[in-house]
């Protein structure tokens, strides 16, 4: 096995001076939610470039279990911090803009104060007397640190797993302090394999005899194997089984050589008992304990009401970030709470990366492009610039709506003023962007392609990156005034499933379709035997085009009328005129928009 | 959370009493193939059914990591097996008409030779003394289990997970003796995160204090704690993140009352600690180690030609199955056993079950019906009965193929004789039976309905269960001198990649596709503006069509000039009259074949 395959998101921790850059603060008593009160906190944080005169650019960013307030180096002699790649001068948290604040969790051992501190009352570490602590206490003692910064409302706060229930808590308990949530790699809480292993974990911990009921500071040894044997575990949830795959499959019976007592005949064996055995060195087990506790208990709901019931107070732009090979916090309850968050009326915007990469992948900087540039734009309100290569409409040549839409300002004209509209297959946001120019409130995108929901956050709107083809789960029934299809229709295999989806969750649904059967069509079908080309894209031929469904007028109305769709306006148009087409529309348009209800 | 929810694949070990059907053979010397020599080795089983005279119809059953020669019930009063679903009369592993055989592997705690059973030349337990053995040992046994029953010849030999293994080994070693082996949940080894909860799971094991290194049996306890961790990590990767939600999401904060020292505040964590415990009860942490090592260590081969070498010596027919939710022998690593069993000329079918049940659902009832027919057929070397309604070519009302294929005959006889072929989308094996009567040899089918793949290998074809439109990666370069694509082009997405998939694994692609620019699809179209329906199929309309791509005899030969593919021959038939058509065939014929190479 190469070296490199140790390296790992905790890498950043080999260094084990001290922090030379700790600030801390000191608060008297604190009233845990659970009622006991701990006589005197002390919260030990860092902070990276200049809070403005105005205290508004500060973002607050929450760190996962095994973190610390150590986010980033503040100069080249620095130690590097856990997230290296995001926090820094001209990183996507840009600390020549933002002043960033990083605080060690109650309860932590890099800091703040824990179970392996010093109980005032006793003289001695608090050991198994430190109480349980929640999420939301951890929340507390950061409020209590943006008072004391005199920082009355945060520009963003950003956390990955662990660090996004911090998130989510800021943006409900305190939505006037809070302008941009971002939640990464996490969850409204744990599903029940990931509980198991936090509960296998902690076992493996209290049943080793060095353990001591928790009182193991002053004896000669303390629950070492036990704590290398929950990071061990815990290192198999946080990567992937791709990623393990790439890092020893190689050379699986080749270990590193690693002083150890643990079993070091497979590759992947001594990589686990080097980060088991790191591990040890820089984390106290009461701690480990008390976090994933807290973990594990945190829970904004067991069902959809009662989550989407906890994010209604909040009042701050969202975004969500899941990564596809993440199993520990999966995809699925990343939509879970996306569906939320839209039910709530939140403004929301996602992403899934693909990667190889596990839960890992927030602490790795290879996937940082695909969601730094949303992260920035979300933080920054949409207030960034767009990328030049962009048509009038915000489409850029990647995009397949890189060209005359016609239909954007008919669809945008058959809209009532002020309706809720989503925009399903938005693109980089023309239709939608066109309609918050006219005024609308509540616009949502739905596109699957990265790049344009990229393009259409940049530009202030709220996008879900998902494919509707999948269906449109993530939507509460009748939760829009519009839903638009637009030029999209053709390239389902779903088609009915997606028409009954958009009706579903709006009153009002508007489709528009190229009209397969324009005349020039039939002409060169009739005569050439070659098939329709409908959208006219040059790039695309009969076998690799997106268009799979070859659609027209009377062949959609048959449709209407067999699902009992009403059909309240029809505008056939030509494309070539850019205008209506009333005499055998059929025949003569190659652009059809449709206003149906149920 | 309910007693059901506590239901699990172990609860067949719930009675202790002795199993009064166990039946010992006594071996003298055993040398193992480290060379260490057991100066005498028991091996523990148990029969069903009547061995006939010939002896020709004996199935040996192989059992997993922590199962045992139980196999099913002996009679009304005797315990359940471990596989009571699958084996007895009237069982798909049908004892009425199979001999079935399943041994207690060696190094096991269930009646064979193990670490806790008295080493002779000591008058004590072997415990740490007891060698280290390998699946290859426990193959050598069985093999000495079936000389003393005088079985020369295994009509099945099925095993899944470890048991799957030793099913490998059989095939593989003793070509002679197995005519038929069934993998079900097994890989030809370990992948890296699957190796590393075995090792998290060892060292929870041997860093028990009470291990004391293996020599605890004359102690007054034993490894109890560390070897209840490995079972609850085991468990863990036994289910799926699915059916831990299905089972403990509803009431997550309900355990159920269990006398232990293990956290018991979540349901699943109450859940966890019973199967630990119940499993220290009845299982012993030497040969959980000696198993678990067996197991990992367990390799035939790192790359694609090592495994396919190791399978070339097999003469059998071949069953993989696979479970789409189980993450510890994952559905990739079916796939490349299937890959290697192809790549190696053997007669393999497979299938990819759909289920929530996770590694476990090889041993639960749930999905039996689905695979149990499969299993049925191997074993019977397709002499079972096929479901009567089907028509002449063997497609059932359910498949799309129910109805004429003039194709089928058009295409045999473009087919060289005792060319191999790989026919995809064989539906339920019409095309590759008539090949087979007609004398080829080397016929392979690719199908996505289970369905229809279950009929083709009743018929005693060998099937590949598998999406095309996934790429053929299972197939090696040139492995058939035709592949076969018949009315099935149009249905896919990928065509290009598709038909160079095709042009990989053949050294000729026939093609067969519906003329869409056919007379009567072209008036159809000009006239009314209807889209054509080119299979003519009337269950479907052209929002739900499987025919997603429009194919024309000009539009397809374009392709064929483009990516350079060489027409060999053109059939340009007509369904009407069941005839070539040689005038204006892009015009009048409504079915064309082609026969391409590169």
Redesign the interface.
Known sequence: MTDEAFASSSDAFRHARPLRYLQHLTIGSFVLESGIVLPSVTIAYETYGTLTAACDNAVLVCHALSGDSHVARHNADDDPGWWEFMVGPGRYLDTQRWFVICANVLAGCRGSTGPNTINPQTGRPYGPDFPDITIGDIVETQRLLLDHLNIQRLAAVVGGSMGGMQAMLWAIRYPQRVAAAVLIATAHRL???A???D??A???I??D?DFAGGAYYDRARGPE?GLA?AR??GH?TY???QS??D????D?LRPRPVNT???AE?S??SY??YQGERFVERFDANTYLRLSRAL?RF?LG?DQQTLTAAFRAAQCRWLVVAFTSD?LF?IEQSRELVRALLAAGQCVSSCEIPTRAGHDAFLLPQDIDCYGPLLHAVISGGATSVPQQVDALGHGPESVFFYNRLDYERIAALIPASASVLDLGCGAGGLLARLRDRGHHRLVGVELDLRAVTTAVQRGLAVIHADIEAGLTQFTLRSFDVAVLSQTLQTI?N??SVLDEMLRVAETAIVSFPN??HQRH??R??E?????ETTGLTRY????TPD????????FE??CRLKGWCIRRRLCLSTETGKEVMDEP??WSDLAVYVLTV
């Not at 050439?528 to 329709?532: C, I, N």
């Not at 031929?541 to 690799?544: E, I, L």
């Not at 799979?548 to 062949?555: A, G, K, S, V, W």
């Open positions: 599903n029940a394999q509980l198991a292993f509960i296998v902690r076992n493996a209290t049943s005899p194997t044997i061990m575990l198999i990567l992937s089984r393990m795959h890092k020893f499959e190689s699986r007592d643990f079993e497979f992947v064996g686990l008992a594990d829970d067991a199993w999966p295999r088609v009915e397969a059967a039939r002409e079908f009739y050439s035997g070659r098939a329709p031929r009969w076998y690799n799979i469904r070859l659609i027209t007028i009377p062949d048959d449709l059929e025949r």
